[in-house]
C-alpha cells in the first residue's frame, strides 16, 4: 500500500510539473507571451519618444512662424539664409 501511494505522489509531481512547464512556455512563447508583450511595450516607447520629438519640432517651428509673421529683421534673415536672395545693390561671391 505503501509503495502505491509513493508512486501516485511521484506521478502526481510529473503531471504538475509537465502542466507548469506547458503554462510556462505558452505564456512566454505563445503569441501574446510575455516576449511579445515586452517587444509591444518597446514600440510604445519609440513611438512615445517619436511623439515627443514631434512636438518639441512643432513648437519650435510654431516660434519660427511667429518671429516671421511679425516682420522685420527675422523675415530678412530667413529669406537670405533660407531662398539666398539678395539686394539690387549687393553681389555675391561663392568659394568653391
Not at 517587444?39 to 517651428?61: F, H, M, P, T, V
Request: positive net charge.
Amino acid at each position: 500500500m505503501r509503495f502505491l501511494d509513493i508512486r501516485c505522489y511521484v506521478l502526481f509531481r510529473w503531471v504538475l510539473l509537465c502542466v507548469i512547464t506547458t503554462l510556462l512556455g505558452l505564456s512566454c512563447f505563445s503569441k501574446r507571451g510575455w516576449i511579445d508583450w515586452y517587444r509591444i511595450n518597446q514600440g510604445k516607447r519609440n513611438l512615445e519618444e517619436q511623439i515627443q520629438s514631434a512636438k518639441l519640432r512643432r513648437d519650435e517651428l510654431r516660434h519660427q512662424i511667429e518671429a516671421v509673421g511679425q516682420g522685420g529683421l527675422e523675415k530678412e534673415m530667413l529669406v537670405r539664409g533660407q531662398l539666398s536672395y539678395l539686394r539690387s545693390n549687393e553681389f555675391l561671391i561663392e568659394f568653391e
